[in-house]
């Protein structure tokens, strides 16, 4: 049985078995967290995910994941995620629960014990930040037997969000 713990911080800092990035479908990189894990783990990380297959030259299409090794992080991979933008994806709930859920499912295959996220689809990609923590507690909540789960939230208001959704979830 593992915990929820909610974090305020920098993901690229967790001592977890694999950090799951908010990617986006080409997973060459980008801004935001994403920017952060590439330049924390390094040039290797880039190279891993080029060779991931790619069609038309998506890798991972919205609500799925990709798993690679992970360069100069202290963990053992990265899990790669696309979450939903909010605005033009037509089914953006059910793309940010898979999101999630195809996160913990590769982290169970490769035999993780513990897993660290960060808030997807709440930066650029304009997640309402609510149902966003609602959605993230809830898929942890599914899974919090098999690992120990972290949330790194970036910013003091996110981070309350998570903690004061937590507690509503949590209470009886
Ligand atoms: N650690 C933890 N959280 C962070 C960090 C960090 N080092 N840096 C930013 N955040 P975003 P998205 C927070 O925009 O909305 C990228 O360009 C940030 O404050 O990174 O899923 C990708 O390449 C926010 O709360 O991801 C995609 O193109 C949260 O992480 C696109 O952005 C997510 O913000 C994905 O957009």
Redesign the pocket.
């Known amino acids: 049985m593992g915990q929820i713990h909610i974090l305020k911080?920098?993901?690229?800092t967790a001592q977890v078995d694999a950090i799951v990035n908010?990617?986006?479908s080409r997973m060459l990189?980008?801004?935001?967290?994403?920017?952060?894990i590439h330049r924390a783990a390094g040039p290797k990380l880039l190279a891993e995910c080029k060779n991931v297959p790619s069609v038309n030259g998506q890798r991972c299409p919205t609500g799925e994941a990709r798993i690679t090794s992970a360069g100069n992080l202290s963990a053992s991979y990265v899990i790669h995620t696309v979450?939903p933008i909010y605005n033009i994806d037509k089914a953006p709930r059910e793309h940010l629960i898979n999101a999630y859920e195809n996160s913990f499912k590769l982290a169970l295959s490769h035999a993780c014990q513990s897993i660290a996220f960060?808030?997807?689809?709440?930066?650029?990609?304009?997640?309402p930040h609510h149902e966003a923590a609602e959605i993230a507690l809830n898929v942890a909540l599914e899974y919090v037997n098999h690992f120990d789960i972290y949330f790194?939230?970036?910013?003091e208001p996110?981070f309350n969000i998570f903690k004061q959704t937590y507690r509503q979830l949590t209470t009886i």
């Open positions: 911080g920098d993901i690229t908010a990617a986006n990189g980008g801004g935001g967290v994403d920017g952060a979450g960060p808030a997807i689809s709440c930066g650029v990609y304009m997640y790194y939230l970036f910013d996110l």
